[in-house]
């Protein structure tokens, strides 16, 4: 059972940058989609970017694009997302994402239902 390790929330203010780390077990996640999601109060989950580079340049939610910046390293079984220039509106707590093993896909998934397997999430507070 692979299982997923958010780090790196905390408190900032605006414009300032925050690094989140996704750690992973499991021997099948350098061929694995992962994904990064965030939920603010009130709000349903929505997708923020994911990577796997067998199926091309990493995706941006379109109000992340320029800012946010995702990457994965292997060898630490590790993904990371990288914001910069945080906004107030960035505020949520952040998920990261597996998608299942030989699904079949082609493309990146943009929807929670593509992906089975999540952390327990880490608090961004940008302050304003």
């Known amino acids: 059972q692979v299982q997923l390790v958010e780090s790196g929330g905390g408190l900032v203010q605006a414009g300032g940058s925050l690094r989140l780390s996704c750690a992973a077990s499991?021997?099948?996640?350098?061929?694995?989609?992962m994904g990064w999601f965030r939920q603010a109060p009130g709000k349903e989950r929505e997708f923020v970017s994911a990577?796997?580079?067998?199926?091309?340049?990493?995706i941006y939610a379109d109000s992340v694009k320029g800012r946010f910046t995702i990457s994965r390293d292997n060898a630490k079984n590790t993904v990371y997302l990288q914001m910069n220039s945080l906004k107030s509106e960035d505020t949520a707590v952040y998920y990261c994402?597996?998608?299942?093993?030989?699904?079949?896909?082609?493309?990146?998934?943009?929807?929670?239902?593509?992906?089975?397997?999540w952390g327990q999430g880490t608090q961004v507070t940008v302050s304003s």
């Open positions: 990577i796997n580079w067998s199926r091309g340049s990493p």
């Open positions: 499991g021997r099948t996640f350098s061929s694995a989609t």
């Open positions: 994402a597996k998608e299942p093993d030989y699904s079949g896909r082609y493309y990146l998934p943009r929807s929670v239902h593509g992906y089975d397997t």
